[in-house]
């Protein structure tokens, strides 16, 4: 989603085309005519690009609660909010450690901040790439892989186009939605996928709603195996 995807007629064009292209959503977006796609974002702190990859490093191989404990720690100890690259790396790595980080993921936040600091990297300019360009900037740091950089580009780059296919909890609402007798493996949430292009992060939303109503799980931090 970009910036003009919270205007009704940017929502309501959307809508229109994913209900054509895809009778599985189509009920899913009838069933929702008063669905924010956004909604969820209330209950994150806000975020840069660099507090979104903090964020979802957090959320590696975790769940949506042992994330937010995590991140509610990491804020406590930046005066209520996400650290910027300067802050991380004026803190003591021990502290990060106790927070519930691991020591890997604290290399890794490390290593982002270090690149964004020295000017190997411009959060400006990664800001301004193409998804794909940006996905091969970050994903050549050791702990960034796909999954991290796509919640990313929806949290902090509201990027409209984008899909989580290694995300554990929209494989399992793909399976549900679309009544499969199995989880489905990335490649074929990619294909699914496929016919909702231009709007995959709006799509993906809807069923994400329709998982958190089912659960009760909400919609926070995606989830990989």
Known sequence: MTKDSSRP??????????????????????????????????????????????????????????????????????????????????TDPGQLREAGLSWRKIGTLRDLAVRLSDGRLNADVLSGLPDDELMAELTAIPGIGPWTVQGALIIALQREDVVLPGDLALRKAVRVAYQLDHLPAQQEILAIAEKWRPYRSLATSYLFSAAFERTGTPRAAPRTT
């Open 9 to 90: 007629e940017w929502l309501q064009h959307a809508r229109s085309y994913l209900r054509s292209a895809d009778p599985v959503l189509a009920r899913l977006i009838d069933d929702r005519p008063a669905f924010d796609p956004r909604a969820w974002m209330a209950q994150l702190p806000p975020m840069d690009l660099y507090g979104a990859l903090l964020f979802q490093v957090t959320g590696q191989q975790l769940s949506v609660a042992a994330t937010r404990r995590t991140v509610a720690r990491i804020e406590a100890l930046f005066d209520g909010h996400l650290p910027s690259p300067a802050e991380l790396l004026r």
